[in-house]
């Protein structure tokens, strides 16, 4: 079974940043971090491969967001700068089973980031 904590979320203003960590334990997977808005649905923001090698993103937070990992510490990063308020929701980090082109088979509880105008 994996278990997935997130942790780093919070407020901050516009132009701010932010880095959001996902402690991963139960075995070595492609990871993702997904965000859901009030009223929208849950969306892509960023993944990657089991070993680091491959990245993807959405086009919304390209050139933003970086994902990264330390698998010696089983936890995957999402570094966030010159957030927007439009970046305000619920993140959750996620573990693919079969890779990025997959979908996602467990997820974490969500750690909430707000930007403020």
């Known amino acids: 079974q994996v278990q997935l904590v997130e942790s780093g979320g919070g407020l901050v203003q516009a132009g701010g940043s932010l880095r959001l960590s996902c402690a991963a334990e139960g075995g070595r997977y492609a990871m993702g971090w997904f965000r859901q808005a009030p009223g929208k649905e849950r969306e892509f923001v960023a993944g990657?491969?089991?070993?680091?090698?491959?990245?993807r993103y959405a086009d919304s937070v390209k050139a933003r967001f970086t994902i990264s990992r330390d698998n010696a510490k089983n936890t995957v990063y999402l570094q966030m700068n010159s957030l927007k308020p439009e970046d305000t929701a619920v993140y959750y980090c996620?573990?693919?089973?079969?890779?990025?082109?997959?979908?996602?088979?467990?997820w974490g509880q969500g750690t909430q980031v707000t930007v403020s105008s």
């Open positions: 996620a573990a693919y089973s079969y890779g990025l082109d997959g979908v996602p088979d467990y």
């Open positions: 990657i491969s089991w070993n680091g090698v491959n990245t």
